[in-house]
């Protein structure tokens, strides 16, 4: 499709990134998720910003640096969407509030606990903490029982869900990690496996948002199938990264001053890199 | 908020049985079997979060469990209800909502109250939805802490009174 074509409103990108791949990057405004996933799939995008989500300028300069440089993202993921200040070691340490290392496969509820305990002081809205404890439920999950027992093909959900086919291999322990701004907070999960294959990630949510969900449950062996899109729904921003058979990083934003009705209109913005 | 492991504590007056469930409905919630012939009475109060295989679990049992004589939901949290409008299958035609909670916030006061709605009183399904007046501790009025289109989707939905 090309620009002209498409039912959304473009910015001058040529003033941002005059030299290349200007098809990764999409800048635009209230576009539905499903349009947006269409696009994903089917065209060359990476970056999708718009404009009345929350901090327009700071999340155009997400998208330049993970395509740019990618291991700022993977190595200070907080600060580089949140961009107080420029990410670095230093940043990074002071934005990041919790950070969890998985050491045994039940320590889920332990981190749901701090989870919630460091929201709450934050916001006191239900909805929100809901909203950033399920999304947290299922980065770990994902990362505990899909990140270590899948190949690159995802054609597999990963081990069955019980904690007995579970080992946490030392070297290759999951990180959970948390921090806010002002507007907004940052949760993030990485594991050391880089197995997720983000094109069935996305073609699995596009096919939530397509579908009636409970015909998209799987209802046999593994997940269920529909943890990723409940991570889309609950989040403002999400930032998917992988270095393949490296590391997985997905990181979600949430706006926190919002009210749930502003929150759940808020048009999402969202980033892969791939490599 | 304690997010203890999945409960279900089980008591019977006369023929009816009653389920209290509590703790987080995941991965490691079992669901405990059921006569049919018996009406079943579940209580999810103590719910305090449901994730996507949690999900799962429920709507494969409601489903099997089309056929049982009624199952009448009550006292259901916002973690609960608010699935409702994500999946169609979270309840079936021989499930009634006999009450569940809807949040309130104040924004400003950062209070949080969870107003219990009756069928009945409060709303029917596919029938009224009665919204009230909310005020917090200190007067001032307070806002629904959801998406009101989508929380209440469930009630157009027509089901057994």
């Given at each position: ?25 999409l800048f635009t405004d209230n576009a539905p998720t499903l349009a947006i996933l269409d696009m994903f799939l089917n065209q060359k995008l990476h970056h999708v910003v718009q404009r009345s989500n929350l ?221 | ?161």
């Open positions: 499709m090309s620009q002209s074509d498409s039912p959304f409103e473009f910015m001058e990108l040529n003033q941002i990134s005059p030299e290349k791949d200007l098809e990764k990057f901090e327009h300028d700071k999340e155009i300069l997400v998208s330049l640096d993970m395509d740019r440089d990618p291991n700022c993202f993977f190595t200070h993921p907080i600060s580089t969407i949140l961009r107080i200040e420029n990410p670095n070691d230093e940043t990074e340490k002071k934005l990041r509030k919790i950070s969890f290392e998985v050491v045994n496969s039940d320590d889920k509820n332990k981190l749901l606990e701090d989870v919630a305990n460091y929201v709450r002081g934050l916001t006191k809205a239900n909805s929100l903490i809901n909203e950033v404890l399920n999304t947290a439920d299922e980065l770990y999950t994902n990362a505990i029982y899909n990140a270590p027992y899948v190949d690159y093909s995802n054609d597999k959900s990963g081990a069955e869900r019980d904690l007995k086919n579970i080992k946490i291999v030392e070297d290759k322990r999951p990180h959970v990690f948390i921090g806010h701004d002002s507007d907004r907070i940052v949760l993030g999960c990485s594991d050391k496996f880089g197995m997720l294959n983000i094109r069935k990630l996305l073609e699995r949510v596009k096919k939530c948002y397509e579908n009636e969900l409970s015909k998209v449950i799987n209802y046999e062996n593994g997940g269920a199938g529909i943890g990723a899109f409940m991570i889309f729904e609950s989040s403002a921003s999400v930032y998917i990264g992988v270095k393949q058979g490296i590391q997985t990083q997905i990181c979600c934003s949430f706006a926190y001053k919002l009210s749930s009705v502003s929150r759940s209109q808020l048009p999402k913005n969202i980033h892969i890199y791939s490599g | 908020m304690s997010l203890g492991p999945f409960k279900c504590e089980i008591s019977v007056d006369k023929s009816v049985v009653t389920w209290k469930f509590s703790g987080v409905m995941n991965e490691h919630m079992v669901i405990p079997s059921i006569d049919k012939t018996s009406p079943l009475i579940i209580n999810l109060r103590g719910v305090k979060m449901v994730n996507s295989y949690g999900l799962k679990i429920w709507t494969k049992w409601i489903n099997a469990n089309s056929d049982l004589l009624s199952i009448t939901l009550e006292e259901c949290p916002y973690v609960f209800v608010n699935n409702f409008s994500m999946i169609n299958g979270l309840v079936t035609s021989n499930t009634i909502i006999k009450s569940f909670f809807v949040p309130f916030f104040n924004d400003q006061s950062q209070e949080r109250r969870d107003i219990l709605f009756q069928q009945g009183t409060d709303y029917e399904v596919g029938g009224f939805l009665r919204l009230p007046d909310v005020k917090d501790s200190q007067g001032e009025y307070m806002e629904l802490d959801v998406n009101p289109t989508r929380y209440f989707s469930f009630l157009k939905r027509k089901s057994k009174k």
